[in-house]
Every structure is written in structure tokens, then in C-alpha cells.
């Protein structure tokens, strides 16, 4: 008996992902992009629930948490884009320190607004490394956000649920491969102006894992 077509989830990390894919697959038949409005009104895994009834659906673009599969009833694979670990951090951190009202404000207030003393602190924990967390799951919750087991767990779970991975800097390249997976045409026009950060002193411990996460996706995604 042949194995049954899966269902694609096209992970996007909150914070972390590009919005290129996203018009990409927004335009392609078969693929269904899945915006935030939607996913703020109703459970995550009923939104994905309702979506798989439709086995004409190939992927499903949008903020779906690693470990979905465990709710469906139906094969399902994942594919992500990483975005630039020191890039994405320092843009987390800016949105903490402008935005007045946010739970971690405070912290980086008493930080004086430096990125490295205010990745150091407990408090900004849920910050660091957010693409390896991400795909680590909910298994991975019960794991300290600086203990490398977090890193083989998402290693772990790339191996064995994801057929795509690429790094933002080398959508353009990677995307045909995607499309072959669910029998649609993709392509990218353009490049999409992404290019390596250099981490100012003091946020290393903030993405360590992600850099080599992002590592990880170029040496067995290739």
C-alpha cells in the first residue's frame, strides 16, 4: 500500500521568520498561508484540525507549533525558514526596549538598555535561542534555555519530522526543493536582502545554539 500523502506545516517562528515565503506560497495552488488574525481567534490545533479535511491541501503556512502532528489525523511533515540568529535578537531586544509596556521593559531599563546584560538575566530566559526552543517543542519545555540538550532535541527533530529546512539567506535557492515536496511550482524573484549580522558583545550566550542550529540546516539540508 503506497504511503499516504502528507500534509506539509510550514512553521513560522514568531519573531523570527521572513515574510518572503510566506508571499510566495500565498500565490501558490495547493498551499494555504494561514495569517495571525485567524490564529488569535481559535486553538492552533483546531485551526490545523479543520484544514486537513481538505485532502486537496498540501501545506499549511503559518504560526503552528512543533508537535501539531501529535492532533491530526493525518501524516504530516514540517518545513521552516531560520532567520538570522543576531539579527532577529537585537530585533527582539529593540522591540522590548521601545515598547513601554512590555513585561520585560522594566528589565531592560534596569539593564540600561545593553543588550548583553539584559540577555544574561533570567528574566529575558524565553529570549534566548528562540528557533532551537521552537523546534525543540514542547518536549522541550522542561529543558533550561542554556542546557544543550535543548540544541540535540531540536537537532533530534529536525533528522526526524522535517523533509525543508533553509536559512532566510538561502530561500531563493532552496525554495524549487519545497515546491518538488508538494508538487507545486515555487520559485523567488529577486534576492531577499538578507545578510549575516555580526553579534555585538555580550549576546553570544543569546543565540549560541541558534547559530549553530542554523549551521545544523545548511550542512543536512542542502
Not at 493525518?74 to 540568529?85: E, K, Q
Not at 532566510?168 to 507545486?184: C, N, R, T, Y
Request: glycine residues 8%.
Amino acid at each position: 500500500m503506497a504511503e499516504p500523502t502528507p500534509l506539509y506545516i510550514s512553521m513560522v517562528i514568531p519573531g523570527m521568520a521572513t515574510r518572503l515565503l510566506g508571499d510566495v506560497l500565498s500565490a501558490a495552488p495547493r498551499c494555504r498561508v494561514v495569517d495571525d488574525e485567524i490564529l488569535g481567534r481559535t486553538d492552533r490545533k483546531v485551526a490545523a484540525w479543520g484544514l486537513v479535511a481538505d485532502s486537496e491541501l498540501r501545506l499549511i503556512h503559518g504560526k503552528f507549533p512543533f508537535g501539531t502532528h501529535r492532533h491530526l489525523r493525518r501524516a504530516v511533515r514540517y518545513a521552516v525558514v531560520l532567520g538570522d540568529p543576531a539579527k532577529k535578537v537585537l530585533q527582539a531586544f529593540e522591540n522590548v526596549s521601545k515598547k513601554e509596556d512590555h513585561p520585560l521593559h522594566s528589565v531592560a531599563k534596569e539593564c540600561e538598555f545593553d543588550p548583553g546584560r539584559f540577555f544574561a538575566t533570567e528574566a529575558a530566559a524565553s529570549l534566548r535561542n528562540r528557533q532551537t526552543r521552537a523546534i525543540a517543542g514542547t518536549m522541550g519545555k522542561a529543558i533550561g534555555a542554556d542546557d544543550p540538550a535543548l540544541l540535540e532535541l531540536a537537532r533530534s527533530n529536525l533528522v526526524e519530522h522535517f523533509d525543508w529546512a533553509a536559512n532566510e539567506s538561502d530561500l531563493p535557492a532552496k525554495v524549487a526543493k519545497l515546491g518538488l515536496l508538494i508538487g507545486v511550482e515555487l520559485s523567488v524573484t529577486g534576492k531577499p536582502g538578507v545578510t549575516a549580522m555580526d553579534a555585538p558583545p555580550g549576546i553570544e550566550r543569546a543565540i549560541a545554539f541558534d547559530m549553530e542550529l542554523c549551521q545544523h540546516v545548511r550542512d543536512v539540508f542542502n
